[in-house]
């Protein structure tokens, strides 16, 4: 015997309708949580907030100016409220720059901060990139050997973990993951800084230090004049921030993973196995890096990576000078390494090998498309993140081909995980436009001067903390400048936590309302 028939809407009158629609907003509720609950992303958020201040201070000390005064003060002339303001301005922009990893600056480093301004700097840019929660969970972890719940969900959320146990590994591993690359890296830069460049052995460890952490923060201050354009040519020393910005970028997931799996061993209950997540991050991130650098390398070679000196190698072979020929080549080389290096800049990290402002417009509008992309999730690095991106496609794949699940790798994509990419990528552009929108009614010289493109390069350059410029952060505003650092500053933070922050947790309803079609496309 067959059960009740559900009744229809169109069979219910609209008074009884209307009075089961009241009685309804009487059920029970999942009752919302005290108000002095704690909330990790508000202390997180609150935290960089403290951190940015700080920064701000220290950078204004006569101890990090290398004028010897404050950053306000202006040899042989009175103090000026106008002068003070921007100074103070300019110093909070540089803090919150470093903190939130970005690397957009408005100086030269080395000729504006002392060593002390330049390790508050570094100093920034080592816990923005860590995470000043993380690292605080971190040594709670050791110190009380359990995390409270909410600190759990945080570290779940950042790193992407799937259970309590997993982010405690995670945490674990995290600090001795980010010194052994950052040690590696700095041994590598000190032998390219000292033997070969000529550096003496202390200013050859502090490059090699700050720019190790920088690249592995995938922040992207130099302390270069003109960041490190002076180093082109050298293929060994772009090749090792590339790899330090790429490693900071992928996550300390996928680290772990691939830390773990033997592949060498036959019996796959030993070897271990690749996770769906780390099989995506990696192919995105080879992905984007081969497609972007071959973009970047053919676009450019006769441009921004500059001419070739001479003949080419090919010629010069033909007529027997093979020394000419071996030397061409290795120009050759030292050009595709610089295009693919630079590339992998635009992974949330804003070092340039070249002078942004003599690249062309389609690069640039690649670049835009990566610097949107970003890293990947519990990584240094911004944006959008590779995962979003790639389920994002698998959505629609799927849709186009009427699949009812996503499925990729002999694994189903749960519903809820492309949910969230979708709205992700919609809330993500719908305040990248918000920010842009505002800076077209800032940024009026600018416009005038470089164009809605270069515009909307900083703010999203800006959103997706990677730092890259078309030589334009300077030419800001002050209005402008704010703005500015309120993007690198949300972010840092992430679009689900930015979202969460300002929505607050709603009261969950348990009801279902009857379904009607409307039409979309």
């Known amino acids: 015997m067959s059960g009740p028939i559900e009744p229809s809407e169109a069979s219910i009158p609209r008074d009884r309708l209307r009075d089961l629609e009241d009685d309804a907003s009487t059920l029970p509720s999942t009752p919302p949580p005290p108000r002095h609950a704690f909330d990790p992303r508000r202390a997180l958020a609150l935290t960089f907030g403290i951190l940015i201040l700080i920064g701000t201070f220290l950078l204004c000390t006569p101890v990090a100016q290398t004028s010897g005064l404050w950053a306000w003060e202006q040899a042989g002339r009175p103090f000026a409220w106008a002068v003070a303001w921007r100074s103070v301005a300019d110093q909070f922009f540089m803090a919150t720059s470093a903190s939130c990893v970005t690397g957009l600056s408005l100086f030269d480093l080395s000729a504006r901060y002392t060593a002390f301004g330049q390790t508050v700097l570094l100093l920034c840019i080592q816990l923005g990139g860590l995470g000043i929660m993380t690292l605080g969970t971190f040594l709670m972890t050791l110190l009380l050997g359990r995390l409270s719940p909410d600190g759990e969900s945080q570290v779940m959320l950042s790193y992407g973990a799937a259970s309590s146990a997993k982010a405690r590994q995670l945490l674990r591993k995290t600090i001795r993951y980010v010194f052994a690359f950052e040690l590696i890296g700095t041994a590598l830069l000190f032998v390219r800084y000292h033997w070969h460049h000529g550096y003496a052995a202390g200013k050859a460890a502090w490059y090699a230090v700050f720019h190790a952490i920088s690249a592995f923060c995938n922040a992207g201050f130099s302390l270069h004049p003109n960041n490190l354009v002076d ?160 389920v994002l496609f698998l959505t629609m794949r799927a849709m186009i081909r009427g699949n009812p699940e996503v499925q990729v790798h002999r694994r189903t994509i749960p519903a809820a995980v492309c949910r969230e990419a979708m709205v992700l990528v919609f809330f993500y552009i719908m305040v990248l436009f918000a920010f842009f929108f505002v800076l077209l009614l800032t940024e009026r010289t600018l416009l005038a001067q470089r164009g809605e493109l270069t515009l909307f390069y900083e703010i999203t350059s800006a959103f997706g903390t990677v730092g890259s410029s078309l030589n334009a952060t300077g030419l800001l505003s002050y209005p402008g400048r704010f703005i500015i650092c309120l993007a690198m500053y949300l972010g840092r933070l992430g679009p689900i936590s930015v979202a969460m922050i300002v929505a607050g947790r709603g009261v969950s309803r348990h009801i279902r309302y009857p379904e009607e079609n409307i039409t979309v496309g």
């Not at 180093?231 to 691939?258: C, E, H, K, Q, S």
């Not at 093979?322 to 290096?341: I, N, T």
Request: charged residues 15%; glycine residues 14%.
């Open 231 to 390: 180093i082109r040519g050298d293929w060994p020393y772009m090749l090792v921030i590339a790899l330090l910005v790429t490693a900071g970028g992928i996550g300390f997931l996928v680290l772990a993973n691939l830390s773990q799996y033997r592949f060498w061993r036959r019996d796959l209950r030993d070897r271990g196995r690749i996770s769906l997540h780390s099989r995506l991050v990696l192919w995105m991130t080879l992905g984007l890096v081969v497609v972007g650098g071959l973009q970047f390398t053919i676009s450019e070679w006769n441009g921004a990576l500059g001419a070739n000196p001479g003949p080419s190698a090919w010629s010069l072979a033909l007529e027997g000078h093979w020394a000419e020929a071996a030397r061409a080549l290795g120009f050759y080389w030292a050009k595709a390494c610089e295009g693919f290096s630079q590339t992998a800049m635009y992974r949330t990290a804003g070092f340039n090998f070249v002078d942004m402002a003599e690249t062309s417009q389609p690069t640039n509008f690649v670049g835009l498309l990566l610097m949107l992309v970003g890293g990947s999730p519990g990584s240094m690095a911004g944006g959008l993140k590779t995962t979003t991106v790639i």
